[in-house]
């Protein structure tokens, strides 16, 4: 990760303004303004923006990009942009802002261009929205943390492959067979760049090789998630098949656990590594002749 990578883009007030809030604002300003366009009867303004395979056969490529702001108002929206910002929030984290750029500017992408190839096969595609990029997200963050827990103890892996199932179901039983092949290529695409970025946790037992290059991957223990209402807490890695080893230098680890606050604050910290915080913390004390 870069330098500042990990840093807000800017501040609003005391408030950190994160690429991801940007995104998630982005997505609810386009929909407010997509219903008052309903409302006032010029609703056709938004089959401008609406991707369309013969449209941009014609030249008009900007489709490629803004039918990804193109939604209505329903509940399901609201549930979208939640799952956004909460998962996208933790990617956004373990990448840094620009390679999450990268990563949600290709995700748009790959669904037009695959559908493409339909369109010059004279089979005309249209559609509209963006959630098979913001369900790519969660796939982003299942790479990341294939074992989190959710609700009734359900590893994250099994959220996302149910999820999976029963959204391509639903788009098949719709006669949309062809977003089916986004949906699956979104979310390889997503798993693939996390792989990249070194994040190698195996989502099913097996472990995945890239013969690319990869980025370098963020310092810091592997945490495993739980997700609970109150949010996404990391707690001891129970069961890891790669037991850490007792820290050789309390100061090592005091730099090494104080750079993970710093990334991702107190909160990331487990159990075990408050303890070693702590016990590193006094060992540091007795060396110099300090007291508590």
Not at 74 to 92: A, D, H, K, N, Q
Not at 112 to 134: D, H, R, S, W
Not at 254 to 260: A, F, I, N, Q, T
Request: glycine share 10%; net charge positive.
């Amino acid at each position: 990760m870069l330098p500042g990578e990990n840093e807000p883009l800017f501040y609003l007030g005391e408030f950190p303004v994160r690429l991801i809030t940007l995104l998630v604002a982005f997505h609810s300003a386009a929909m407010v303004t997509a219903t008052l366009l309903l409302a006032s009867g010029h609703g056709a303004l938004l089959d401008l923006l609406a991707y369309s395979s013969t449209a941009v056969i014609h030249g008009q490529v900007w489709r490629l990009f803004t039918y990804a702001f193109v939604a209505g108002p329903s509940i399901w929206f609201l549930f979208e942009m939640v799952m956004l910002y909460y998962f996208g929030r933790e990617v956004e984290n373990g990448l840094g802002w620009q390679r999450f750029a990268i990563l949600y500017a290709g995700l748009i992408l790959i669904g037009p261009l695959l559908l493409q190839a339909f369109g010059y096969a004279g089979i005309p595609q249209t559609f509209a929205g963006a959630q098979e990029v913001n369900f790519a997200v969660f796939a982003a963050f299942v790479a990341m943390h294939p074992g989190a827990q959710f609700f009734f103890g359900l590893a994250a892996r099994w959220v996302f492959v149910g999820l999976l199932a029963i959204s391509s179901l639903q788009l098949l039983a719709d006669h949309q067979s062809p977003r089916v092949l986004v949906l699956v290529a979104s979310c390889s695409l997503a798993v693939m760049l996390m792989r990249r970025a070194g994040f190698e946790e195996p989502m099913f037992g097996y472990r995945f090789q890239w013969s690319l290059p990869k980025f370098q991957r963020p310092k810091g223990s592997k945490a495993n998630f739980s997700v609970m209402p109150g949010g996404i807490s990391a707690s001891a890695g129970r069961g890891s098949s790669e037991p850490k080893a007792p820290p050789v230098d309390p100061e090592m680890e005091m730099d090494r656990l104080l750079e993970k606050i710093g990334r991702k604050g107190i909160a990331s910290l487990s159990e075990a590594e408050r303890n070693s915080l702590e016990q590193a913390r006094r060992a540091i004390l007795q060396r110099s002749g300090g007291k508590e």
